[in-house]
Structures are given as structure tokens and as C-alpha cells.
């Protein structure tokens, strides 16, 4: 019998891209809020989801350092299991219900990708750094206070595809509020079969289920963000015709459940 | 209406990991023959895939150059759609027919990982290299003459999983016979809703479809390979106890349509 | 008693960044040749070299993919030797004698680094992508023939500084005429000693000695170049006014000595 | 005049790969301090170091998450500057004073790895991970506080060449004693010219200036290290025979400055 929770599935089970559940997560956040053209948001929700009349065109830009592990110590294997990512929330509507839709996800490791891909979460490669802060003081060392600033980036296979940047203000109590709503996402598997390349296999609206979600540390401040032209991508246009305020917190979660919100699959396998 | 063949689905359609087929490749190929512990090999193999009696243990390891291009002059775009690739093939059947099974497969590209992943292909990221052969002639060009020598090695994480050598003796008409079998995969796609973890959404049973295949150049000579012991992977279960010919060739090829075989996914989603 | 070309001096000498010469290539070349503003090109002069007044702002973009050898079987290490580069060469005269000067230069790997240094090549690290011609046809190929498009790509720490295109149209007997003149680099070691930042313990202006080089299947054809702006970068100061013919070949030489033509270094260590 | 402190030299002084002092640290570090053959660790002193009888063996591996800035808010920019490092620091003495020398020294960045040539550190590129401890609880947070495990590697060139583990006992006061004496490095750099390639234009002893050393949140544990045996590598000649205490902190410093011990160099350019 063969093991594991996606492919490879291999005799001991140790070889697939991902563990099965529950994931936990600890990570350092940088996210910046800014308004785009609503049609512009609009046009990226899919199926099921509306547009949200009292935000339009607002989304949240995030910038994360992951540390994951499953049941098996993997964050004691940083070269494979440790990541960093990018993406964009928007703000939409589900069923009366505002929640937070993710067009466009960047991560720079494979078992991120694909745990992405169960989610419902688009996630292609990228790279993305941010600044960080040390302990030790220095004028490296980007301290936790008022006056502090971060830069962060995404490149794609060799593009710039977002800059950003953060100057502290103040400790606040809570996270960004696009993080408190719940994500609604698209679980999507093509069909390779000569007449159904438009009929997907799985194509599915999903709720995540975030357990244990912790914000602790939360500044916010001045936030500023680009998202210049790029050749083959879409990211950009959502570029920002305003940015509002940015903020740098510490994140925790697991994730072990999803939750079908429709079933768009055309039923019939083939 | 969103558009694209796999997520990112876009306004566009210009952002997703993979355009719609079909996908034309050209590349070239270093194959390794060799076989390992007939048990190793067929506890590698899916529901519905039985050992191949006549040819126990027998696998061959490929490390391949490739250029993608879809519709939209994709080879314009090396840096985001060329890409490297090792895989290796263990004999199988399939109802009383000779094929070929890929149990492990790995890409240094997540266009290439997420096609893979539409095929049925288990694959993952890695490094991969191959000495090149290049036309202007000096002690680095290796040209394709008798004794000319090749190195190819793969590595994941930053662990070396494979190591190959190939010395080229003379030109053959046909590329190594596994290439010439159908290639049966397993398309797998898990379900993340808690209590079917176990229960993916796409469990297929498929046989590649493939058009226009091509193998010009082929040479043959004396391969070797190594495939070293590597913490979290399962390749070196296949470690080699005998080596047997190696190939280097020009390979070409065109994707637009799978064959499902069987469908193990258990009905209604969840 | 350390043993080694290059640091680390080892035991072995078996772990130095880069092996004594000779140094041995193989590679293919898409060059693109363009003028630039001749205050920009000339703005990029070394002491000892002046503007070449025939050639105002003639520059040659060369993006390559290499194969390096030295005494020690590197070429079937591709995964430490095999590399890629972008560089352009400036005209420029060296008292009264036309030659080419290199402002610029990018490479993906740290031996091709190092030993950029010991030339007087300013190397930096890039991510540099180039079309490849395979012999299997398919709509992937790019056959070295009339009509077919190279794309070519230079990326440094996630910005695209230079974006290439080249279209076939014949066979030429002649590389680009910037290949055939002699190269002068500037070899640069900076001191680190407090007060003398500004004093290299190297300084030299240097010709480069070029043993048995070979330009074989010359193509030329229409070209086109961008080098967008770029943050922390100056190589889009040279971005193309008019863009002149492109050309596709392999190339190979091979290099054991270097020329000094000047020696700027004060005298005195410290 | 082109400005910069390293090549490339250039007309605004911001494309060159390292900027001038002084240079600027903040870091995480893992420390796990071993004994190896002592025939091994005074097989890599240069001239001018003796063993140290005292310590025969004793060497500190360090593992290092970097941010760097020098006086143009660098660390804004961390794709470009914020880095990962490994090093071993052999126990050595400099007339009859107790010193540190860094045989091998892996970074993944370019400027990082030129600045350390300038300093005299034998930098070759790597990739360097270690576990991080992020504020907010998980599963996968790895908290600073007694019991918690920290893993750590170094792979080059797709081989890994170090792995780590620490265990987190108690915190201490103090660094490992490794770091508290003073290095003396080698810089070296060589000549091309025939006939000279044994004769290097830079080789002297140096002793690293270190302004405004600071390593908080020291704590200590248990280690272990493997130093696993890798193809043109000499690492692992240093593989521990016993290993001692681990530690974990944060470390900032300050270089702008560097004092000449001996100077090996031939007088004479050519």
C-alpha cells in the first residue's frame, strides 16, 4: 500500500510533497492595505463570490516569512520546509457575508505550493523577501519601534512584481481586519482529456478553517506599495490608487479541515 | 469570466501556472538503464499496476534539458518556461501489457510541476544538471563522438539524490525501449475537508497520450549511476545493483490528451 | 603547505572557488548589437581608455550559456561548473588601438565569479535565461534556420535588467566584429584598511590573452534589446538609441594568461 | 571618474557589488562547538598561524541568518542584501596569542561574498538554512525557552556539506569563547599572468577590526553536527569526533576598518 497525503505516494510515506494534517505555521507579517480600482478587484472573484459595496476596491497586500511543520519536526528541516510568500486579499461577498478572496499567491517552495493547491489557494513560485528584526542592535537591525521601516519584495522567474514598504507608528491591538474575515478560496484540478481541457476535475468555492489563529506584536504605520508592469502577469493590474495603513505582526495557525462552500464540477469523471 | 487551464484563473487568462494544451517539448536526454531489487520496484506500483515478470527490477533513470512552449510563443520566455527534469521508469503492466510507471519525478520549474501535476506525473522540485554538448569544439564542448563523456546530477533541499555518468560509444537507431512503452500515471488530487484526508477528490488511473514523439541523435555507451541515501526521500529504495546502458539523445514530443484508465476516486464531494 | 588557485586554499586544493589555469569553454552566444547614448558608454571608461570616436556608443549585449572546464574533469560537474552570463563590451581605443571594454557582466555562479575577478571582468551574480536550439523538432526546437525567434533574459536579485529578441535570417562567416577585438579589463582588489577605501591593494589596467578561440554557426539576424531601469543598477544608462543586427553562434576558447598593460596600484600595503 | 568601492566601478557608484565601509550586521546565529582530528584543523592554517596546544581540535561551527546595511538603507532592500552564512572557526594562535581562523565560509549573495574577500574570508556560495523562532505560538514557532530543538544546513552546489542540531538548556552570559577572540583571516587574490599563477598580487595576514560586538539572548544546550563527505569539497576532513555545547543568539557588529599582520606578497607586478 502505498502512503502518503499527495504524491508521490511512496511505500514509507516520507517521499510525498506534503504530510497530511494538521499543518501548523509561526511567521513574521508585513501587510499593506491599499484601495485598486474596484472593476479591477471585481473582475478577479470567481463564481459564488460579489463584489463588497461598502469596500470597493480594497485589498490587503501580504508579505510572510513561514515557519511550517506537520507531525514529523519538519521545522527542524528549514531547507526544505521553510518559506516565504506573498499574496493580495480582496475584499468580497459571500452569501450576504463579507469575506476575503485571494486571486494571486507567490511562495518559494514546492510543499507550500501544493499544500496551496488543496486549499484552494492559486499559489505559483516566486521570490520574496522582507526586511527583518534582530535582537541585536545595529543599524541592521530593524528594532520594533516607532520610526523603524521595512522594505519587502516579490520577483517572479526574474520580475518585479511588488515593492513595498513600512514605516512604524504605534503598537495596536489587532491584526488588519482582512485577516479576521474568512477566506474564501477556489479548489481547482484540470482535466488533461482531449474535449474537457474547460472542465475541470475538482472546482470547488471552499471556507478555510484556520485553528489557533494568534496576531501578537501588532504595529501599524505608513505603508506604501508598487506593483509595476510585468510581462505574462495580472498582479498589476490591481496596482494601487491608494495606499492606506501598513502594519507588521506575528502569525500563528493549523490548518487540518475546509470547509465546501459549492461544487461547481461537472459531474462524470473522463 | 475568469480564464486559464489551472490557477491562477485571470481576468486575462495570462496569469495561470499553465496554459490550455497543447504543450510541445524538445529537449535533451540522458538515460541511465539499470536495475534495482525487484521488491524496491514494485512497491513503487498503484492500484492496478502488477510487476513486469520478465523484466524484474529493471528501471531508467532520465535527466532531461527541456524547452515548453504552448501557443503563446511560451520559448520566447526561457526564464520562466524552460526547465530541467529527472525522473526515473520502473517496468509495470497493465492488464497483460508492458508499460511504464513513474513512481518518483522531479522539475525545476512550477509551470513544468503544475502540468505534471495535470498528468498524473508525482513531481516535485529539485536542481538538475547535465553536461551539454555545444558545437565549437574545445575541452569543454563534449562533442558527440565516441568516448566523449557526460556527467548529470539531481539534488532536492539541497540533498544530492542522484548521480549519473554516461561514456558514449556509438550511434543506435532507437532510444532505450522503456521510452517506447505507454506511460500509465496516477492523477491525484487530496481532499482537505476534515475525515477524508484520505479520501482524495481525483484518483485516476491514466495513460499518457503522447503525439509526435521523436528521438533523433541517439547514442549509446557505458552508463553509472548513484543514487545516495537522503533523509525525507525514497529514490534510494531504487539504489541500483546493476547498471546497464546508457543513451544520450534529442527527444520531442506534443501533449493534448490522456487516457483515463480507471477511476478510483470515491463518488460525492466533500 | 595550502594548496589552491583561488581561495579557500585548502589541503587538497580540491575546494578552492576556482582551479589554476587553463581555464577551457564551450558555449552558445546570442549577441545584440546597439547604440547607446556615447556619453553613457563613454561615462563607463577606465583610466587608460578613451572613446573610440568612429564608434560612438557602440555597445554588444552577449547573453551566454556556458560549459567550463579546467584540468580536473569540471565539465562533468555541471551542477558547480555549467553557467550563464550577460555582459556588454563597449568600443573603446587603448593608445590609438581599438578595443573592447566590458562595464557590465552578470553571471549565475561563484567559480565563473571568481575567476571574472582574477580577470578583471566586474562580475556580479545574476539570473541569466537564453532560448536553446534542440535538434527534435517541434513548435519547441527553435531550429538554427531562417525565421526562427531566441528570447534572451538577464535578471539580478529579482529585477529584469535586459530583455532580448532575435530573429534568423542567414549564415555569416564572421562573429560580431566586438568579439574579434582585444578585450581590456581593470583588475580590482579593494583594501579594507581604515583610510585607504579608496586605494585598491589591485589596480591594473589589463589585456585579455585569448588562446584558440572559435566562432562556428554564425547566424545573424534582426535583433531588439531593452535594459529596463532598474533600482541599485546603472546598466539601463546604456540603454539603446538603435538597435543594430543580432547574431546566434557557439563559441569556445580557452584562457592561461593575462596582460598588464598598466598598473594604477599606489605602491606600499597597509 | 567612476566611483565604488568594488567592481564594478561605475559612473554613480551604486552598481557595484559592494559599497564602502563601514558595514553594518544584525544576525541569528546557531554555534555548535566540536572537536575534530587535530592532524585535520592545523592542516588548514596558513603561514603565519600556529595550533594552539591548548585547544588541539577544537573548532566552532556557526550558522547565521544576516542583515546587512551600509550607509544607503541596504537593509531596505533585503533581496539584495539580507543573507545567510556558515563558517567554521578553527582554534589557532598568532605569536603566542590566541586567535580564530576561518578555513570555509559559505554565503548565498554576491555582495556578501565579495565583502568577505575584501575581509580576507575564504567565501565561496552555499545555501544556508537554520530554524527560526517567531512571537506567536505553534507547533512550528520554536520558542527561545528550554526543551526547544533547532535544526540547521549547509548545502553546495546541490550537496549537503553541514547539518546541525541544537537543544535549547539554559541561558548564559557569554558567547562561545570562539567569538570573544580575535580572527585573523588571509586575503588573497591572485594573478592570472603565465608563469605567475603561484604568485598572488594580494596574500597577507590579517586580523579582523570588529566595532561594536554585541551578542544577546545567548543560550546554551546541546549540539550535534555531521559534516557528511561531498565531491570537490574539503569540509568534511574537519568532521567532528566529539561535539560539545550548542548555543543560540543574536549578534551585531560594525567593520569598517581591517590591521595587516604579515604581508606575504612578492613585490612586483606583472
Known amino acids: ?4 497525503y499527495t ?12 504530510a497530511a494534517p494538521p499543518w501548523h505555521y509561526s511567521g513574521d507579517v508585513i501587510a499593506l492595505e491599499f484601495w485598486t480600482d474596484p472593476a479591477a478587484a471585481n473582475a478577479t472573484l ?25 507531525q514529523d519536526d519538519e521545522f527542524l528541516d528549514p531547507a526544505r520546509y521553510q518559506y516565504r510568500e506573498f499574496y493580495v486579499l480582496v475584499d468580497a461577498m459571500y452569501k450576504g457575508r463579507p469575506v476575503a478572496w485571494a486571486p494571486y499567491m507567490y511562495v518559494d517552495n514546492d510543499s507550500a505550493m501544493a499544500r496551496g493547491h488543496a486549499q484552494g489557494y492559486p499559489k505559483r513560485l516566486g521570490s520574496i523577501f522582507q526586511t527583518r528584526s534582530f535582537a541585536a542592535r545595529s543599524a541592521a537591525s530593524a528594532p520594533i519601534e516607532r520610526g523603524t521601516r521595512f522594505g519587502a519584495s516579490l520577483s517572479v522567474h526574474g520580475q518585479r512584481l511588488a515593492e513595498g514598504r513600512l514605516t512604524l507608528r504605534e503598537p495596536i491591538e489587532t491584526p488588519p481586519a482582512a485577516l479576521l474575515k474568512s477566506t474564501v478560496n477556489r479548489r481547482y484540478f484540470p482535466r488533461l482529456t482531449a474535449g474537457r481541457h474547460d472542465d475541470p476535475a475538482v472546482n470547488e468555492l471552499v471556507m478555510a478553517v484556520t485553528d489557533d489563529l494568534q496576531a501578537v ?12 508592469e510585468a510581462c505574462g502577469e495580472e498582479l498589476h493590474a490591481l496596482a494601487p490608487v491608494r495606499v492606506g495603513s501598513g502594519y507588521r505582526f506575528s502569525m500563528s495557525c493549523s490548518i487540518s479541515d475546509l470547509k ?11
Chains 1, 2, 3, 4 share one sequence.
Open 260 to 270: 465546501i462552500l459549492e461544487d461547481f464540477t461537472v459531474a462524470g469523471k473522463g
Open 1 to 4: 500500500m502505498l502512503k502518503g
Open 217 to 228: 506584536g501588532v504595529w501599524t504605520g505608513e505603508g506604501d506599495l508598487r506593483l509595476p
Open 46 to 70: 470567481p463564481p459564488g463570490l460579489t463584489p463588497d459595496s461598502q469596500s470597493a476596491g480594497h485589498v490587503l497586500a501580504l508579505f510572510v516569512d513561514w515557519q511550517f511543520t506537520a
Open 7 to 18: 504524491v508521490p505516494l511512496s511505500p514509507l510515506g516520507k517521499a510525498n510533497l506534503v
